[in-house]
């Protein structure tokens, strides 16, 4: 019931996306929203998107460990934040990896010493990757 503007960590576990391969580590995009709650029809929806490798990210702590609020921050069920279709082509993220292209876009890159890409550049390269090879 509010909009919340922050970062948050995301987990990715085995998935069929084209857009996120190779990120299987703990990671953080930005969220800006007042909505986006993932919330499945029914039990079965949840288990087929698990079962077929569809839930795409989750949000968590910052040692990638399940969360709930402030870590999951519009309350959705299972921590999901991305799902995609069977084919893995076609990509559903609340949180905005378009807000972080490079590394100097995060709040804290000057404090860490971030430098290059910023990890919402890598989906889109996934996905371009993915384009020219098919």
Wanted: glycine share 12%.
């Amino acid at each position: 019931g509010k909009f919340e503007d922050r970062w948050i960590y995301l987990h990715s576990d085995f998935n069929v996306c084209i857009w996120t391969q190779g990120m299987d580590e703990t990671f953080e995009l930005p969220v800006a929203h007042a909505e986006g709650k993932f919330v499945p029809k029914d039990p079965t929806v949840l288990e087929q998107l698990l079962g077929f490798g569809q839930i795409v990210f989750q949000y968590c702590n910052a040692q990638g460990a399940e969360a709930t609020y402030p870590w999951n921050p519009n309350g959705s069920v299972g921590n999901i934040a991305g799902i995609c279709d069977p084919s893995g082509r076609i990509f559903g993220l609340m949180p905005h990896p378009e807000r972080h292209m490079s590394a100097v876009q995060h709040p804290r890159w000057s404090r860490e010493g971030r430098t290059g890409e910023g990890d919402g550049l890598r989906i889109f390269k996934n996905g371009v990757r993915w384009a020219e090879k098919h």
